[in-house]
């Protein structure tokens, strides 16, 4: 059974949505805050995490920076519709963006096309020659370890994450760095040269020429 972890703060809102995904058969927790969120990702292997903006003690953003390099997918239930906000947070890294109000059976549908595509945020991803281990933050290739810096796990997975999409250095240096992207890409460039390297994956990380990177596998 998928495990759903909705941060909602209003609790009517955050309710409805544990009572109707019970009902479809998915096993939920709830959080009102993002603290409280956090506390619950620390120890809880969740399937899939619906995430409330405008929250309490940790907003979604910042949220959502720590709960991307657990390997877990992220829905935005919010009220900010503007294109402008969901451009921002789907290049932050939500894997999906839904606008409130919402009718019930696209919130379902959604949520299922989210893990479909996630293959279920495995803890155990493949991608090519390597086994990626989103709880441990190990990698392997066959029987052997590849040793990997924190930022190195955190850009290994990004990349898997949006394989086939091309990463501006300006996402890639926000989701991995935190902060304003200042146009010095002498950080990104370094760790993705040293990524490849140590992955020997020089022609799967694909330079982009003025934008950025794109995993091809």
């Known amino acids: 059974m998928y495990r759903i972890l909705v941060v ?10 544990v009572m109707n995904l019970t009902e479809a058969g998915y096993e939920c927790e709830r959080a009102f805050d993002g603290i409280e969120a ?3 990702l620390e120890g809880a292997g969740y399937d899939l995490v619906l995430l409330d903006i405008m929250l309490p003690g940790a907003n979604g953003y910042e949220l959502l920076d720590y709960i991307k390099p657990l390997g877990i997918p992220v829905i935005f239930i919010t009220a900010k519709g503007s294109m402008a906000d969901k451009v921002r947070g789907l290049r932050l890294g939500a894997d999906d963006y839904l606008v409130k109000p919402f009718e019930i059976v696209e919130l379902l549908a959604r949520v299922e ?3 479909r595509r996630a293959g279920k945020a495995q803890n155990e991803i493949e991608a090519a020659d390597l086994r990626i281990d989103t709880r441990s933050h190990t990698v392997m290739r066959g029987s052997k370890p590849v040793q ?4 190195e796990f955190e850009l290994l997975l990004l990349f898997v994450q949006n394989r086939g999409i091309a990463l501006f250095r300006e996402t890639i240096y926000e989701r991995i760095w935190g902060g304003e992207y200042m146009g010095d890409s002498r ?9 490849r390297k140590k992955l020997h994956w020089e022609d799967k990380i694909k330079t982009i020429y003025k934008v950025g990177y794109r995993l091809e596998i």
Do not use: C
């Open 8 to 17: 909602e703060d209003e609790r009517a809102i955050n309710d409805l949505i």
């Open 38 to 40: 956090a506390d619950k």
């Open 113 to 115: 096309a989210v893990l």
């Open 148 to 151: 990997l810096t924190a930022k």
């Open 187 to 195: 950080t990104v460039d370094l760790h993705v040269q040293r990524l």
